[in-house]
């Protein structure tokens, strides 16, 4: 059973940073294509980053240049730095697996931009 666990979410000022994370089980994570969506209430959930199980990345144009995406498979961890942050970044964060053509997901954590 796939289970996502994310944590480090919270209440942050515009400009601060914050650094997400998700603990996935199971030895197999290391061999697929982990990311991170985001969701505001009444909306769609968007990707935010994606990291494949060689560590290529890619980012929403919303993003570039102020997170950054990673993994550690000794930890089957994954990971969102977010500096420079904006109230728009204002969301759920959802950690998300994708294996097997399905999609895995995280409970979710809140992070707000406000000051």
């Known amino acids: 059973q796939v289970q996502l666990v994310e944590s480090g979410g919270g209440l942050v000022q515009p400009g601060g940073s914050l650094r997400l994370s998700c603990e996935a089980s199971?030895?197999?994570?290391?061999?697929?294509?982990m990311a991170w969506y985001r969701q505001v209430s009444g909306k769609q959930r968007d990707l935010v980053a994606i990291?494949?199980?060689?560590?290529?990345?890619n980012y929403a144009d919303s993003v570039k240049g102020r997170f950054t995406i990673s993994r550690d498979g000794a930890k089957n961890a994954v990971y969102l730095q977010m500096n420079s942050l904006k109230p728009e970044d204002t969301a759920v964060y959802y950690c998300?697996?994708?294996?097997?053509?399905?999609?895995?997901w995280g409970q979710g954590t809140q992070v707000t931009v406000s000051s």
């Open positions: 998300n697996l994708k294996m097997g053509g399905d999609d895995y």
């Open positions: 199971g030895s197999f994570f290391r061999l697929y294509t």
């Open positions: 990291i494949t199980s060689r560590s290529s990345t």
